[in-house]
DNA sequence: GACGAATGCAACTGCTATTGTTACGTAAGC
DNA sequence: GCTTACGTAACAATAGCAGTTGCATTCGTC
């Protein structure tokens, strides 16, 4: 593994989860597949159990599965669980300098970005969990 | 300055010049006005003059200028030349997994990334830094 | 009730990318 | 020749992320 594994290793699971999605995984079974580290596994899914995607149970036969049918989870869902821009904010944070210029070119390019964002988010939209595999 | 600076120095500055594009800047200026280090200046400013939107001159009075007319640089040459995917390909790079999920997958996201990449371009071509300035 | 299996979580270690900094070479003008 | 400025290499400092270890907790089974 290397960068932005995060959503990779989530879609990943989640895709194959959707071919069988009653089935417990526990999180040494999905790091094993996906060549990574169960505490790794742990810390993605988190997210996306917060985000209501999946559910998780402890102890003797627990593991994790889907919370939702497969049919209507979709990578944009994925993407926002994650909550990573992948769009990078492409500015310094909040530089409040008194740069007039740098002003108006904030406006512009974050302008630009948040639409961008909502772009990519929308066409992540129109792909379910459950279509992925048969793409 | 923080992260992923590089993008907004060199919009930042370009910026400027074209409200003044015959005055020579050296890199101990506009470093002073952006608030960071002359090298750093001189790293950021080098990619755009390979792209041939800046000259740079050594020597006394020497320094950097636009290339170009500022209605004739886009936001989006900027970006090129900088050459950094703001888009994370958002995929460990080349893992040549045995797994065929994983493939459609990388399809489907890396599809939809190309996609989101083009249109980003398409937008910051549309404004030039001459028109910054007034925006 | 004790044991084993699993998640939850905190802390720590590398690894990598980026920025900042220093230093030195080179070229242009005075 | 001296000053000024770019060009570049080398290094330190920082930040983010993957990986790892350890331990507490919870649930099922014996």
Redesign the pocket.
């Known amino acids: 593994?290397k960068?932005?594994?995060?959503l990779s290793l989530a879609l990943h699971t989640l895709s194959h989860m959707a071919g069988d999605p009653d089935r417990l995984r526990?999180?040494?079974d999905i790091a094993d597949h996906a060549?990574?580290?169960?505490?790794?596994v742990?810390r993605v899914?988190?997210r996306l159990?917060e985000a209501g995607l999946l559910s998780?149970?402890?102890?003797?036969?627990?593991?994790?599965k889907l919370a939702k049918p497969p049919n209507e989870i979709t990578l944009a869902d994925v993407y926002l669980a994650l909550g990573?821009n992948l769009i990078a904010s492409a500015e310094g944070d909040d530089d409040i300098s008194d740069c007039s210029i740098e002003h108006a070119l904030h406006r512009r390019v974050s302008g630009v970005m948040r639409e961008v964002e909502q772009s990519l988010i929308s066409r992540l939209g129109e792909t379910t969990i459950a279509e992925v595999r048969g793409a």
Chains 1, 2 share one sequence.
């Open positions: 593994m960068r932005n594994s995060r526990t999180s040494a060549g990574t580290n169960p505490v790794v742990r899914l988190g159990r998780s149970e402890k102890g003797h036969s627990g593991g994790w990573e």
